[in-house]
């Protein structure tokens, strides 16, 4: 059982189109971050979400945490090509050595 | 560029070859972590230095897979007798203020 879960999977979209991406777990997290991978290269943080109910954002991005601390939202307005990549959801040890534990993934294609 | 760097971007080797992977992090981060990632998947944690220590290691490290980071500057990844399975996306990270800042990655084809 993965940790944490995020759906879609997959997702191919028109340019300018909206679309949210969803990170679920069972587990109550004191913060969760955001990753975007592309082909080729590391994953970059976007954010760090720490508080219930925050919603922080980035651009054309908003992330949103949810009341319990279990779930989080990526919301993306008016898609571009440059925003395809592999979105990742990840959750930090608060203490003991800090490794990042990253959920299953979401693969976002923006279609010109 | 004062980013992550790792070497070889691209590796393919045939099965049963040994095959060392490179990472240098950003100076002055003296926390590393190597991960894996396979294709479409997230990264999973492998292993864990504090400056020279090898603090944490991750049960999906076999015995074939050794690290090191000697000088607590730069970290080797070294596979064993590589397996068809151990094809995936090695990546490196260093830490500062709390993030991780991700390297390249290299890319192990096993044939």
């Known amino acids: 059982t993965q940790l944490l879960e995020q759906s879609p999977q997959f997702l191919s979209i028109q340019e300018g189109e909206n679309l949210t991406v969803y990170c679920n777990s069972s587990?109550?997290?004191?913060?969760l971050q955001w990753y975007r991978q592309e082909p080729g290269e590391g994953p970059v943080l976007l954010v760090t979400?720490?508080?219930?109910?925050e919603v922080k954002k980035l651009k054309r991005l908003t992330f949103q945490f949810g009341d319990a601390r279990k779930d989080s939202s990526l919301h993306i307005t008016a898609a571009q090509p440059g925003d395809t990549g592999l979105y990742l959801c990840?959750?930090?040890?608060?203490?003991?050595?800090?490794?990042?534990?990253f959920g299953t993934g979401t693969k976002l294609q923006v279609i010109p | 560029d004062t980013g992550v760097s790792q070497d070889p971007r691209h590796k393919i080797t045939k099965r049963g070859q040994n095959v060392t992977f490179r990472c240098d992090p950003i100076s002055e981060h003296n926390r590393l972590y190597w991960y894996r990632q396979t294709l479409g998947q997230g990264p999973e944690f492998l292993t864990y230095?504090?400056?020279?220590?090898?603090?944490?290691k991750s049960r999906l490290l076999s015995d074939r897979f050794s690290a090191e980071r000697p000088k607590g500057s730069f970290s080797t990844l070294e596979i064993q007798r590589t397996e068809q399975g151990d094809s995936a996306m090695y990546l490196c990270?260093?830490?500062?203020?709390?993030?991780?800042?991700f390297g390249p990655g290299t890319r192990l084809t096993v044939l």
């Open positions: 990270a260093s830490v500062w203020g709390g993030t991780q800042y």
């Open positions: 587990s109550v997290f004191s913060s």
């Open positions: 230095f504090q400056n020279e220590a090898q603090l944490e």
């Open positions: 990840a959750v930090r040890e608060s203490g003991g050595y800090q490794k990042v534990t």
């Open positions: 979400v720490v508080t219930g109910g």
